[in-house]
């Protein structure tokens, strides 16, 4: 299974150009990944469209893979111990939802594209599968076409 962070659907819907952004592309055309968009994600992307149809034609895309929710106390309290261990190792996320985008990738083993460094320090010391446009997913992510 695959996340992909808001900013790469962020870039990918402006036309941004950024190898997460084109790596989202050439999977939404494949179609042979399973692709998640946790609600959070589905949230922050929807939250920035200024025209209603734009606003529409995103919702529909997203809409159209498995929305899975990002809440409840178990991944509340998972997200404040990977910010607490990461902090006191030296690194402090700059961002709350990225702290809980990532506490649910870890917590159902998704691999996560992203573009953002601060998931960087959860690859390295928390668990996270970052997926960048050079990684090949886990096989087991493989859905039937």
């Known amino acids: 299974m695959l996340v992909a962070d808001s900013g790469v659907w962020i870039d990918f819907f402006s036309g941004t150009q950024s190898s997460a952004a084109d790596q989202l592309a050439t999977l939404l055309q494949a179609g042979e990944w399973r692709i998640v968009v946790p609600d959070?994600?589905?949230?922050?992307?929807?939250?920035?469209?200024?025209?209603?149809?734009?606003?529409?034609?995103?919702?529909?895309?997203?809409?159209?893979?498995?929305?899975?929710?990002?809440g409840g106390q178990a991944l509340a309290l998972a997200?404040?111990?990977h910010y607490r261990a990461l902090r006191s190792a030296g690194h402090t996320?700059?961002?709350a939802p990225d702290v809980l985008l990532a506490a649910f990738c870890i917590d159902r083993d998704y691999a996560l594209l992203h573009n953002d460094r601060d998931f960087v320090a959860f690859e390295?010391?928390?668990?996270?599968?970052?997926?960048?446009?050079?990684?090949?997913?886990?096989?087991?992510?493989r859905s039937s076409p």
């Open 40 to 70: 959070l994600v589905m949230f922050e992307v929807l939250r920035g469209f200024r025209f209603e149809g734009d606003f529409r034609r995103a919702h529909a895309l997203m809409a159209g893979f498995d929305i899975e929710s990002t």
């Open 79 to 81: 997200a404040a111990q």
């Open 93 to 95: 996320i700059r961002s």
């Open 124 to 141: 390295a010391l928390r668990g996270l599968k970052g997926w960048s446009a050079q990684t090949v997913p886990p096989k087991h992510s």
